[in-house]
């Protein structure tokens, strides 16, 4: 029976076979994310900017024994994010799992704001995940099946000074995994988002903001790997149109 019950388990976050790719995928909380969904049995595409700076990530994983290929683009590049979703499912036949991680921070008061430095942020957080959403699920829907997961933040629902372009931006990525779940729920794909808090990575490497909670700390980078894995697998297949919050309480406790 512990043999059954543990095969069970097993299938439900297996992500043998699975394509996928995660965006902003280098460092940081976007490679835990990539690495976990690799060790579940997925082939995972690293995406950033600098192509041998993902080759060099690249090849540490598959020294790990992990399937890895690279998409190198910026998401703010509109032609390239959906010229590589084509390339992977030209190579790999198709893509099953899109996690939209890539997103800058702009933390400026609103006068400090110009229009063009706004729009990069909504384009960032919102236009270039929709393109790649789209994108993807075109792959997605002839088999029936795919993953949607986009990065929100607390700052989608709590306001806070010299952060409003983000927080608009953070904002629109809820709405959109909203949107999202309802489009393309037909097809058998999910969209879901998650809700980092304050995780101890390079970006935050000189940050104490919103970092507590009521464990009294921040995340180890890894501490983000159950979440993302849940939402990928068929263990979340009945899930849609939730964000799945990781932040030690901040969001939600006083």
Request: aromatic share 4%; hydrophobic share 45%.
């Amino acid at each position: 029976m512990a043999m059954a019950i543990g095969t069970e388990i097993e299938r439900l976050f297996s992500l043998d076979g699975r394509i996928a790719l995660v965006t902003g995928s280098a460092q940081g909380l976007g490679l835990v994310m990539a690495r976990s969904l690799a060790r579940c049995g997925a082939k995972v595409h690293l995406n950033g900017r600098d192509a041998s700076r993902l080759a060099e990530v690249r090849d540490r994983l598959a020294g790990e024994g992990l399937a890895v290929g690279i998409a190198p683009f910026d998401v703010l590049d509109r032609d390239a994010g959906v010229a590589a979703v084509d390339k992977i499912v030209a190579t790999d036949g198709r893509l099953d799992i899109l996690i939209n991680n890539a997103g800058p921070r702009l933390r400026r008061s609103i006068d400090d704001i110009d229009a063009d430095g706004f729009a990069m942020m909504m384009d960032a957080h919102v236009a270039a995940p929709f393109r790649l959403a789209r994108a993807a699920a075109e792959s997605m829907k002839p088999g029936g099946w795919g993953r949607i997961v986009m990065l929100s933040s607390a700052a989608a629902v709590r306001g806070a000074k010299g952060d409003a372009a983000y927080t608009a931006a953070k904002g629109g990525v809820t709405a959109l995994t909203r949107a999202l779940a309802a489009e393309y729920g037909s097809f058998g794909i999910t969209c879901n988002a998650l809700i980092p808090g304050r995780f101890q990575t390079e970006s935050n490497a000189n940050s104490t903001r919103g970092a507590g909670g009521v464990l009294g700390r921040s995340g180890d980078p890894d501490e983000i790997a159950g979440a993302a894995i849940f939402l990928c697998s068929p263990a979340a297949s009945f899930v849609t149109a939730s964000t799945v919050t990781v932040d030690g309480g901040v969001s939600n406790c006083f």
